[in-house]
């Protein structure tokens, strides 16, 4: 049987870390089986679903190189929702119940103070027709819901084991609003078994959708796909991301200069018993990649850890891979190359290019010791206007050695500070040579 995994976001916002941790664990899945990956653009939502969040999950996916197979929108399969509640009506699965979210809540409260779990108590079926067509003309259209066999559910979850949850602790899911929205729980169900899927990974947060799912499913006549549930992100204290996932959006990680193999390697190993390592491609994730891996306890994220890993990669990187990034820093393509050579390792996003190029080009903001001041005039009265050759760095140093008598680190760290501005970076030799300006107090 060929794997079929999906993908399936809301476009109401930006795709953020957590939900790239779905998407690459079912594109991950599919790829390393030779398979199937689908996006399917949970659309129902007609008043928050936008194009731009649309265009824009696409554009997040493919910056990463999770390209799919297949692509579908639920907004235009609502004739098969209607088809699934209608059978669920039939099989007298689905009924319509006419509370409001007040009298909810005051149902729940009361089952709280008698030490009840807050289950919805199923008045709604006792209601005559009679009642019924009396609470429409007073409210409108009820919410239905589908009517829980009242059991144990149990399935083996790739990542949490072996799974069982008693459904009489479960209220009856709203599967239609009062407005007549399919949700999330009866389309995901219908979608999920025309479209083939055979895996479903998602977050933790969703296991008492799945049993009520695997029930839907049941009932309907289908069978369920294989389930699992990675555990949920948490900041690097254990805190929860919730109010964070604003700033962990895709497309900030990406304008913050990410590399996106830096964030899918971490992602693909987070939370798993295997080290973090740079892979060279998705196939190399993927070859890798075995659920077994992950444990349920929540997984720590550090968006921090993302840069040290962007400026691995772009160290190893040729020149040809970053060349419209070094041009757009403002290098000239005659020192591209020796550009590339001096900065590569002094990077952590290819944003600092930029700052490198100012610095040859410009100049630096000298950093000087008072008790180097007298040093630093010396030595630059020493040093030639540029350009400056291979042996420049050399020939300086050696002239301003013979004429103060310094050596070694004195003579060295000062000279590197009062050229570049800073205590590290790129081997003098190398960038002196880049200089378009001869440095100055």
Not at 71 to 83: G, K, V
Not at 96 to 113: G, I, S, V
Not at 427 to 438: C, G, R
Request: with cysteine.
């Amino acid at each position: 049987m060929t794997t079929v995994t999906r993908f399936a976001p809301s476009p109401t916002g930006y795709l953020h870390v957590g939900n790239l941790r779905t998407a690459l664990f079912n594109h991950l899945i599919a790829r390393r089986t030779g398979g199937k990956f689908i996006l399917r653009l949970d659309d129902t939502d007609p008043e928050r679903s936008k194009q731009e969040y649309a265009d824009a999950i696409r554009e997040d996916l493919e910056w990463l190189g999770l390209t799919w197979d297949q692509e579908e929108r639920q907004s235009a399969r609502l004739d098969r929702y209607e088809a699934a509640a209608q059978d669920l009506r039939d099989k007298g699965r689905f009924y319509e119940a006419f509370e409001t979210p007040t009298e909810l809540d005051l149902k729940r409260k009361k089952q709280l103070n008698m030490g009840q779990p807050p289950v919805y108590d199923r008045a709604a079926l006792k209601l005559s027709e009679t009642e019924r067509d009396a609470l429409r003309a007073e409210r409108g259209m009820g919410v239905w819901r589908f009517l829980l066999d009242q059991e144990r559910i149990e399935w083996t979850d790739g990542i949490l084991g072996d799974l069982s949850i008693d459904a009489a602790s479960l209220s009856d899911p709203v599967l239609i609003r009062q407005d007549g929205q399919f949700l999330y729980t009866l389309a995901s169900v219908v979608d999920d078994t025309d479209m083939g899927i055979t895996h479903v990974v998602r977050g933790s947060d969703h296991v008492t959708n799945t049993a009520t799912q695997i029930q839907i499913m049941a009932a309907l006549g289908f069978a369920a796909p294989n389930f699992a549930h990675h555990s949920l992100l948490t900041g690097p204290q254990g805190e929860a991301l919730s109010k964070r996932l604003g700033t962990l959006a895709l497309r900030d990680l990406r304008a913050a200069g990410v590399h996106p193999m830096a964030l899918l390697s971490l992602m693909a190993r987070l939370g798993s018993s295997q080290p973090v390592e740079i892979a060279s491609s998705l196939d190399d994730l993927a070859a890798g990649f075995d659920l077994a891996h992950f444990g349920a306890a929540p997984t720590k994220f550090d968006v921090d850890d993302l840069y040290p890993l962007t400026a691995r990669i772009l160290a190893a990187q040729d020149l040809s891979v970053v060349a419209d990034a070094v041009r757009a820093a403002g290098v000239p393509d005659d020192l591209a190359p020796l550009f590339w050579q001096v900065t590569r390792e002094n990077i952590t996003t290819l944003h600092d290019l930029a700052g490198w190029w100012q610095l040859c080009r410009d100049g630096a903001a000298p950093l000087v010791d008072a008790e180097d001041q007298a040093f630093i005039t010396e030595a630059l009265a020493l040093l030639p206007e540029p350009p400056y050759g291979p042996e420049a760095w050399s020939n300086w140093t050696n002239a301003v050695k013979e004429a103060t008598g310094r050596k070694g680190k004195s003579l060295f760290m000062p000279l590197r500070k009062a050229v570049t501005g800073r205590e590290r970076g790129p081997e003098m030799a190398d960038l002196l040579q880049l200089l378009q300006n001869k440095p100055t107090l």
